[in-house]
């Protein structure tokens, strides 16, 4: 009895000892960044921004000692593995777009299958777990991990919220916001509001089809202009006599010059052809 005394006065006194010191609160968790996000939409998950930039610094390497070299001009190797240090990031923003055009025609039916569930009695956590085995192949992975945290016992917002971020859609944050407030004040129009959203869907997915195939003229004559100079002056590199033009600083100024007017005009080429992104903001 008195070694149970003696540990419940130690305790005790543990207990207001350990009171007197201030609890560190947790930081925010802060805002995923552009790369992040980029690689959050290209929808690769094992991929990190430490590996696309080493990657990045290794082909930028590779290729400038390849060129420098093959042509003995240091600057055409220097602009060269500049261009060859974009290419991981180019292809993450094309498997981004690419993604997200995909999931662009396969929410709707997403959303019907969804509302299908719910009409069939099902409770909108069980409602998406289906989705795993019933819903678009794109999509199957994404919800397999939500009803994975669902079952190992995370609260539901909380496995929304991992579902948001691994989807990192528009689209999908705008369902999870809606399911959100439904699970949290109720509703019983929960069925017409997918329905709605569902049609908006299929109606966007099909005007901005129409547009981006016509305008897909634009995005290729940006292309081909950016990289017709460089292709004929990686050619013209080969003869000793053209690459020894630009064995000097100046030489080097030129070239560094050609690469901020392509970037530049680029950019405004694609920005005048571009339509308009779907941002998220939820």
Same mark, same amino acid.
């Given at each position: 009895?008195?070694?149970?005394?003696?540990?419940?006065?130690?305790?005790?006194?543990?207990?207001?000892?350990?009171?007197?010191?201030?609890?560190?609160?947790?930081?925010?968790?802060?805002?995923?960044?552009?790369?992040?996000?980029?690689?959050?939409?290209?929808?690769?998950? /094992?991929?990190?921004?430490?590996?696309?930039?080493?990657?990045?610094?290794?082909?930028?390497?590779?290729?400038?000692?390849?060129?420098?070299?093959?042509?003995?001009?240091?600057?055409?190797?220097?602009?060269?593995?500049?261009?060859?240090?974009?290419?991981?990031?180019?292809?993450?923003?094309?498997?981004?777009?690419? /993604?997200?055009?995909?999931?662009?025609?396969?929410?709707?039916?997403?959303?019907?299958?969804?509302?299908?569930?719910? !009409?069939?009695?099902?409770?909108?956590?069980?409602?998406?777990?289906?989705?795993?085995? !019933?819903?678009?192949?794109?999509?199957?992975?994404?919800?397999?991990?939500?009803?994975?945290?669902? /079952?190992?016992?995370?609260?539901?917002?909380?496995? #929304?919220?991992?579902?948001?971020?691994?989807?990192?859609?528009?689209?999908?944050?705008?369902?999870?916001?809606?399911?959100?407030?439904?699970?949290?004040?109720?509703?019983?129009?929960?069925?017409?509001?997918?329905? =709605?959203?569902?049609?908006?869907? /299929?109606?966007?997915?099909?005007?901005?089809?129409?547009?981006?195939?016509?305008?897909?003229?634009?995005?290729?004559?940006? !292309?081909?202009?950016?990289?017709?100079?460089?292709?004929?002056?990686?050619?013209?590199? =080969?003869?000793?006599?053209?690459?020894?033009?630009?064995?000097?600083?100046?030489?080097?100024?030129?070239?560094?010059?050609?690469?901020?007017?392509?970037?530049?005009?680029?950019? #405004?080429?694609?920005?005048?052809?571009?339509?308009?992104?779907?941002?998220?903001?939820?």
């Amino acid at each position: 009895m008195s070694v149970i005394l003696g540990l419940a006065l130690g305790a005790g006194l543990l207990s207001i000892w350990w009171s007197f010191w201030p609890r560190t609160e947790k930081p925010a968790p802060s805002a995923p960044s552009k790369a992040q996000q980029l690689i959050a939409r290209s929808g690769i998950a /094992r991929i990190t921004v430490p590996g696309v930039v080493t990657l990045s610094l290794v082909l930028a390497f590779v290729v400038f000692i390849s060129l420098t070299a093959l042509t003995g001009a240091v600057p055409i190797g220097v602009c060269f593995g500049l261009f060859a240090a974009a290419v991981p990031w180019a292809a993450l923003s094309w498997q981004a777009n690419r /993604r997200q055009t995909a999931l662009r025609e396969i929410w709707p039916d997403a959303i019907d299958n969804l509302r299908s569930a719910v !009409r069939a009695g099902l409770t909108l956590p069980e409602a998406l777990t289906q989705l795993a085995d !019933r819903g678009p192949v794109e999509l199957r992975d994404a919800f397999a991990s939500f009803a994975r945290d669902y /079952r190992s016992g995370a609260r539901f917002d909380d496995a #929304l919220n991992r579902l948001k971020d691994t989807l990192a859609d528009p689209t999908a944050d705008r369902l999870i916001a809606a399911l959100k407030v439904t699970r949290e004040v109720g509703g019983a129009d929960i069925g017409r509001l997918l329905q =709605t959203l569902s049609d908006f869907l /299929r109606d966007d997915a099909r005007t901005r089809a129409e547009l981006e195939a016509r305008q897909s003229w634009t995005v290729n004559g940006a !292309r081909l202009a950016v990289v017709a100079p460089w292709a004929i002056l990686l050619l013209l590199a =080969t003869q000793p006599d053209a690459a020894a033009a630009y064995q000097s600083v100046a030489g080097l100024f030129v070239l560094l010059g050609g690469i901020a007017v392509s970037v530049i005009c680029y950019r #405004l080429m694609l920005r005048i052809g571009a339509l308009p992104a779907e941002r998220r903001v939820l």
